[in-house]
């Protein structure tokens, strides 16, 4: 008896979520076709064989218990009470191609020309590249306005965001400028959790510094529209503070390289 309290319960709650779509389906056809024959069976007794007409009251509660199995069961089956792995792919890439294109490209730097955003675009790689992006969970964009243009890479990683700048150095002499630079950027991105570390490198004949920021969400962010939409407008805040700093300090956000992990 304690063994068979003991064993794990087999059925999980969220399996019964993730059914496959023909199973979804041939469920709500076998409710439905339940009601229709409880339905259809009442009117045929109540109509056609008075003398059965007794049978026409557990017929309808039939009918009514199939109706409303049929009604929960769609909610049920359909609705994205926890999201699957499949799904949250789908998400992370909408993030990505969408959401964040929509608030990046309203930033505006006035200092090279008003009254007009920045256009913004994700950058797409090669098919011998699976998922066409940079780095498992991340995209490159690259932002212009008139004759300003930078690079950077984002990347959400379920509820943990990436940010990644590049910026063109003589040497490692110039990290410790670049942070005297940026320090009001980086520091009101802190105040929402973000952490900003700074790294030289050498990548070929040119000098870089990654100035990399990520910060762990407290809630859910795909499937979570108010979470998205924060996110992607906070990036968008700080990339807009940092491309107007970087123009008012003439701080090079182009390199050759592509922004990325390093």
Known sequence: MRDSLTQPNNLDAQQIIFLPL???IALLVLLALLGLCAIGAGLHFLFSAPEASERVVPL????????GAFAIMVFV????R??????????????????LIE?????????????????????????????????????????????????????????RLSVIYFVKVNG????????????????GAEKVGYHTN???AQLGDEHIVSMWSTVFAEHAILGNPAEQLFW????????????????????DLNPSVEPGPL
């Open 22 to 24: 023909w199973a979804r």
């Open 60 to 67: 309808m509660a039939i009918a009514q218990t199939a109706i």
């Open 77 to 80: 089956l359909f609705a994205e």
């Open 82 to 99: 926890q999201l699957s792995t499949s799904r949250l792919y789908e998400k992370t890439n909408l993030f990505l191609d969408r959401h």
């Open 103 to 159: 608030s990046l490209s309203r930033i505006e730097i006035p200092q090279l020309q008003a009254e007009q955003t920045v256009t913004v675009k994700p950058v797409t790689r090669a098919s011998t590249v699976h998922g066409r992006r940079k780095d498992i969970f991340g995209c490159n964009y690259h932002l212009t306005l008139a004759d300003f243009q930078m690079k950077f890479w984002i990347g959400l990683n379920v509820k």
């Open 172 to 187: 490692p002499e110039d990290v410790e400028k670049l942070k005297e630079v940026f320090r009001f950027t980086f520091s």
């Open 198 to 200: 700074f790294e030289h």
């Open 232 to 251: 992607t407008q906070d990036i968008a805040m700080m990339t807009q503070s940092l491309a107007r700093t970087a123009v008012r300090s003439n701080i």
